[in-house]
């Protein structure tokens, strides 16, 4: 079976075509880098995405802390990660970098900070 | 921020950053989503922590003095500037003037969408500043009218929040917006892509209660009998930037009418001598590791014409 695919790794959004059995890729086309190759047999055999919200804060210079998971996440588990993050709060101060939940919803991945955040 | 540090790697032994928010870093802070970096930092980064790698070598360079909360008011040909921050209107005269003002949106008033004046139209960039620096949702159900890149984003992040996105609308055959966002933030989310197709009218009261979108022609008129409404109580929309300028225009400096940039011979100079523009106050880019480049450049530029380091 053939498919194309855009792929999303950098701004230049390769056509890639892609031909597999079942859902197993055997050959990937028209990718202009390797990252290209990968991203079309993750997104093929399991598409994932790098989650990027925000959660509330408490006590701290600006009521909203960005964050994201330090890698990529089951794209079907997006609904159910906005859910969670909803219910965090952080009230210590954050540098980037600085872990908010680790292991958030037994991923794998850690819910970082993506900035600086002082106490109010 | 990054032409303050490339003045001071040319040599510029004095600079003065003034910032009118709270934090240094300006629209990266809200754009919340990942795709900066990538040529700049050869790696993926929010714009948050893009902003990040360079406030922190921004606040280690003794030679930078900034100084937030501060709004620049006026702009002399001779390059006196007068601002204004917390308790004090400040004076000062600069050898060489960098504007890195960014840009504005164009808003609904710009695009004709006749219609009424419910509550419920906005900005993408404003709606994008409120569900992410301020923590309000503006709605539940949105249609977003155009599909540049924060059209997408938006639509993405709303989605993510829980809003019902009902469709985004573009006049043209294809989105302005990069291949990636249109795949990353509507089909990821089964968001509709109405290409060739205008909002209308905006209808509601108090409140906007739906929108009417028609198909265009060649010619972007609307085809007869193609027209159907959306119900929904938000509209965003993403139509476009124009570099902002007013400080340049009120020193007599000339402006391009048809961008509202700078009119120059070349990137990042100005019709005045000693003042440069940088970033999307020159020209809207597409990308920050581009306003970045660009911005570096600006800062060399400014030291060469003070002489720095000879």
């Not at chain 1, 600085?98 to 991923?107: E, H, I, K, T, W």
């Not at chain 2, 989605?159 to 996105?165: D, I, Q």
């Not at chain 2, 795949?183 to 009218?201: K, T």
């Amino acid at each position: 079976m053939k498919r194309t695919l855009t792929c999303i790794e950098c701004p230049k959004g390769c056509r890639l075509e892609i031909e597999c059995d079942g859902a197993r890729v055997t050959r990937v086309g028209g990718n202009k880098c390797p990252r290209g190759d990968a991203y079309a047999r993750q997104e093929t055999e399991a598409p994932m995405r790098t989650l990027t919200t925000c959660v509330l804060t408490r006590g701290l210079e600006l009521r909203m802390l960005p964050v994201r998971t330090s890698g990529p996440i089951p794209k079907g588990r997006l609904p159910e990660a906005m859910e969670a993050v909803k219910r965090v709060v952080v009230t210590s101060p954050v540098k980037a970098g600085s872990v908010v939940a680790r292991d958030f919803l037994g991923l794998g991945v850690d819910l970082v900070a993506c900035r600086r955040l002082n106490a109010l | 921020m990054a032409a303050a540090l490339a003045a001071r790697g040319a040599g510029v032994k004095d600079v003065l950053l003034l910032e009118r928010d709270r934090h240094l870093g300006g629209i990266l802070n809200q754009c919340i989503h990942p795709g900066f970096g990538l040529h700049h930092f050869k790696e993926e980064l929010t714009g948050p922590e893009y902003a990040d790698r360079f406030v922190r070598r921004v606040e280690a360079d003794p030679g930078i003095e900034v100084s937030p909360r501060s709004f620049v008011v006026r702009l002399t040909p001779d390059r006196e500037l007068s601002y204004l921050r917390p308790g004090a209107l400040e004076e000062v005269r600069a050898g060489a003037v960098i504007l890195a003002t960014g840009c504005r949106e164009r808003t609904r008033e710009m695009i004709p969408i006749p219609g009424s004046r419910p509550a419920g139209v906005y900005p993408a960039g404003l709606a994008q500043k409120m569900v992410n620096i301020e923590g309000w949702i503006p709605g539940r159900e949105a249609v977003i009218v155009g599909s540049g890149d924060i059209g997408l984003i938006m639509a993405r992040r709303m989605a993510l929040e829980g809003v019902k996105v009902r469709a985004v609308v573009e006049i043209q055959d294809r989105s302005r917006g990069l291949a990636r966002n249109v795949v990353q933030c509507l089909e990821d989310f089964g968001i509709p892509l109405h290409l060739r197709h205008r909002v209308s009218a905006i209808r509601g009261r108090d409140r906007v209660e739906s929108v009417d979108v028609a198909r265009v022609d060649a010619d972007l008129r609307d085809v007869p009998g193609s027209a159907f409404s959306i119900p929904c109580d938000t509209v965003l929309v993403s139509v476009g930037l124009i570099p902002e300028n007013e400080l340049l225009e009120a020193a007599g400096g000339a402006i391009d009418p048809a961008t509202n940039g700078p009119a120059a011979p070349a990137v990042n100079l100005t019709s005045l001598p000693g003042v440069f523009a940088c970033g999307n106050a020159f020209k809207v880019y597409d990308l920050a590791d581009s306003v970045t480049r660009d911005s570096e450049l600006a800062g060399r530029l400014a030291a060469g014409y003070l002489g720095a380091g000879a």
